[in-house]
């Protein structure tokens, strides 16, 4: 599966229903199966959301090691920036993929039946000195960081999605208000 990123719901609106995005994909989000979907959507969303080029593919370490291999070993050369990679239990994916390449490796840890994810966030998160994986929460808040903490790498050298990412900001603060007010006036009227 592959696929480029659309941009914001007004932009998405305001284009054509045949309209093609060419751009080149800078972030790729891979996922070990088709059943981590689900929760990586979170992860797509959002970056549709900061109008940020992806591609999207089922990779597996451990099921498809050669095209792990292969897709890490020359994602630098085909111009992506920053590499998500969601798995579940045994979670190897993101680990692998850094120890292969020099771009920055967010891993999304997806929660599981058995032990609740906390098999996908140990094996994700406790990598070894020297090759780094950004490791984001379990589940569903996770993949949206993950795609936020990729637009803050990316908003380095990109001033208007930094200026996306403050706009971002300032309407969690509007929200934030928003519920404090309701909550207050509803306590305060019995
Ligand atoms: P299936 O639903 O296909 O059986 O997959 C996937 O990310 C998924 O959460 C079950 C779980 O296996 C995970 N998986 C990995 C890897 N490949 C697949 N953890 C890997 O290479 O790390």
Do not use: W
Request: a neutral charge; charged letters at 20%.
């Amino acid at each position: 599966m592959t696929t480029n990123g659309r941009g914001q719901q007004n932009r998405q609106e305001s284009r054509q229903q045949d309209e093609v995005d060419v751009r080149q994909p800078i972030v790729a989000v891979v996922m070990g199966s088709d059943s981590d979907f689900p929760v990586v959507n979170g992860c797509i969303e959002t970056l549709e959301e900061f109008d940020i080029p992806y591609d999207v593919r089922v990779i597996s370490a451990h099921r498809t090691p050669d095209k792990a291999h292969e897709f890490a070993s020359t994602a630098r050369l085909k111009g992506l920036k920053v590499l998500i990679a969601a798995a579940g239990g045994a979670a190897h994916l993101a680990g692998v993929i850094a120890s292969l390449t020099t771009l920055p490796v967010i891993g999304i840890p997806i929660q599981t039946p058995t032990l609740g994810g906390a098999d996908s966030l140990y094996s994700t998160v406790q990598m070894p000195a020297g090759v780094p994986v950004a490791t984001v929460s379990i589940g569903k808040a996770g993949a949206k960081n993950a795609a936020l903490l990729a637009a803050e790498i990316l908003a380095l050298s990109d001033d208007q999605l930094h200026d996306r990412l403050r706009a971002f900001r300032a309407g969690m603060r509007r929200t934030v208000a928003e519920k404090n007010r309701r909550l207050r006036d509803q306590l305060a009227n019995g």
